[in-house]
């Protein structure tokens, strides 16, 4: 599975958006800055996450984008899904697809591409961006560490 870069942006923005949860808005000119993602894309992208229910925005000179709901709320899974569509790393393993190779009774691929499946389910679907942001929040503070003598 390879992620876009339209997915990339996608999570940046959210996780930049659960930063300032729930009290603040964010404007494309500060997204754009802080995640290093060009503006015009970044306008496409958000577009798409508000059509998703990811995202809200409010007009006038204070206004700006917020998330449409908690980052506990969020999943990455939700997110990678919505952008780049189902996660199957081969069609045959999709719902309704099962029959669609006449060699799936004997293929011993099918059970690895169901097991790789499973298991990129169960580490994006198993996070929300209360935990990322926690997890960003770690990283942050590690790098600040001093080890001089």
Not at 69 to 87: C, N, S, Y
Request: hydrophobic share 40%; proline share 5%; glycine share 6%.
């Amino acid at each position: 599975m390879q992620i876009s870069h339209k997915t990339d942006y996608s999570l940046k923005i959210i996780l930049h958006l659960s930063g300032i949860y729930p009290e603040g808005l964010a404007q494309i000119k500060q997204i754009a800055e802080s995640q290093d993602i060009p503006k015009k894309f970044l306008e496409q992208v958000l577009t798409f996450l508000k059509k998703g229910g990811f995202v809200l925005s409010k007009q006038g000179p204070k206004g700006g984008y917020f998330l449409a709901k908690a980052p506990e709320e969020i999943r990455l899974g939700d997110v990678v899904r919505f952008v780049e569509g189902p996660t199957h790393p081969i069609s045959c393993i999709a719902p309704g697809l099962e029959n669609s190779c006449s060699f799936a009774y004997a293929c011993v691929f099918r059970d690895i591409w169901i097991d790789v499946e499973n298991a990129i389910s169960n580490v994006i679907d198993n996070i929300t961006f209360k935990e990322l942001l926690q997890r960003e929040k770690e990283k942050n503070s590690q790098q600040s560490i001093d080890y001089q003598i």
